[in-house]
Nanobody, 124 residues
Framework: QVQVVESGGGLVTTGGSLRLSCVTSGGTDSRYAMGWFRQTPGKERQFIAGISWSSGSTYYEDSVRGRFTIFRGIPENKVYLQMNSLKPEDTAVYYC?????????????????WGQGTQVTVSS
């Protein structure tokens, strides 16, 4: 079983920045496409960013494009989400997910492993 753990959430004021971290462990094969999702109470979990394994290509949901950046660190089992110019509407629980294969997906059900979530709160 692969474990996925997010960290780095917290409280920040409007216009501030946070960097979320995600690490996978317990697997013998690190070839995972990775995605970041977020969820607010009563709402459906929403895809916000993804990165492929094979090409390293990235994709962003429109509301975060230009403000958020997903990238892989060293070693390869670490993935980050750099969040700049944060807005109150970015407040949510953020989840990291891993999908075995080369291609990310915007559909949560396509992912094999999920982290526990980390809270991000942006105050006015």
């Amino acid at each position: 079983q692969v474990q996925v753990v997010e960290s780095g959430g917290g409280l920040v004021t409007t216009g501030g920045s946070l960097r979320l971290s995600c690490v996978t462990s317990g697997g013998t094969d690190s070839r995972y496409a990775m995605g970041w999702f977020r969820q607010t109470p009563g709402k459906e979990r929403q895809f916000i960013a993804g990165i492929s394994w094979s090409s390293g290509s990235t994709y962003y949901e429109d509301s975060v494009r230009g403000r958020f950046t997903i990238f892989r660190g060293i070693p390869e089992n670490k993935v980050y989400l750099q969040m700049n110019s944060l807005k109150p509407e970015d407040t949510a629980v953020y989840y990291c997910a891993a999908r075995y294969g080369s291609t990310w997906s915007t559909v949560g059900r396509d992912y094999d492993y999920w982290g526990q979530g980390t809270q991000v709160t942006v105050s006015s």
